[in-house]
């Protein structure tokens, strides 16, 4: 009797172990190359993702555009293995032109919009109208913006369509591979543009506001799965989480707007 419960105890013991290595054996570990607009959101979701699924995020960040070798771009373009990529949607766009992202694993996530932030305790000048941003631009000693989408957008529309290109031409500076805040909290420029998502969670900075409707690009932030992604099914479930209604919850808090819902 001793040596049958002994045995059953070793089948328990040893069916436990084949369970937890089949466990282990079935989790994946997902590349993952995000913008800075999705980073705060990733960042609070991704340990509870790793929680539920028992897969393990490793996450690199970049931007959409540009010319850095962080760009999203560019990790493809030099064969870097990535299975999800979280970036502006006409830049994931053209991706899926280049073969290079599976246009059905496609999802929108949230929306974003762009804000002014300057140093803490400066002067926070009126941006409310398009009339006040413009001559906020014209009286800025210096002006910081990204070289992602937003300061894409800024150097090479908003100001023309305000019609300071030429004023603010030789104070404007994009800014590669560092956050607009960061500069800005240095006092290296006196005002700075970015995604509002990228500004708050930047210490040493103030929000002055985001550009006034008129003024004001609403950006799309997507995530997909890369065709040469080595776990495209869990890259896949991944997406799904992110693009989820418990996950639209903390996305807004990151200050951006959930897809699907109202302004996105």
Not at 36 to 55: I, K, T, V, W
Request: aromatic content about 4%.
């Amino acid at each position: 009797m001793k040596r049958l419960t002994c045995t059953r105890r070793f089948l328990h013991a040893l069916l436990g172990a084949l369970v937890l290595a089949s466990q282990v054996a079935s989790a994946a570990q997902i590349q993952v190359v995000s913008s800075g607009g999705f980073a705060a959101a990733l960042r609070l979701l991704g340990p509870g993702y790793e929680r539920s699924s028992g897969n393990t995020l490793v996450v690199a960040w970049g931007p959409s555009m540009g010319q850095t070798p962080e760009a999203i771009p560019n990790r493809l373009k030099r064969g870097e293995p990535v299975d999800v990529v979280v970036m502006v949607d006409p830049a994931l766009d053209a991706l899926i032109k280049e073969g290079k992202i599976a246009p059905a694993s496609k999802k929108g996530l949230a929306c974003s919009r762009i804000a002014m932030a300057v140093r803490a305790g400066a002067v926070k000048p009126d941006i409310s109208t398009v009339d006040a941003l413009r001559k906020t631009l014209l009286g800025a000693r210096s002006i910081a913006y990204s070289d992602s989408a937003s300061g894409v957008y800024l150097s090479t529309v908003l100001f023309a369509q305000l019609g300071i290109a030429e004023q603010v031409k030789d104070k404007g500076r994009m800014i590669p591979g560092e956050p607009v805040g960061q500069v800005v909290a240095r006092g290296e420029a006196q005002i700075g543009f970015q995604q509002l998502s990228e500004l708050l969670p930047i210490p040493g900075i103030e929000i002055v506001g985001l550009l006034p409707d008129g003024a004001q690009k609403v950006t799309l932030f997507s995530a997909a799965v890369a065709t040469d992604s080595r776990a495209p099914q869990a890259a896949a479930e991944l997406i799904e989480f992110l693009a989820s209604a418990s996950a639209a919850v903390v996305i807004r808090q990151t200050g951006l707007e959930p897809y699907g819902q109202a302004g996105c």
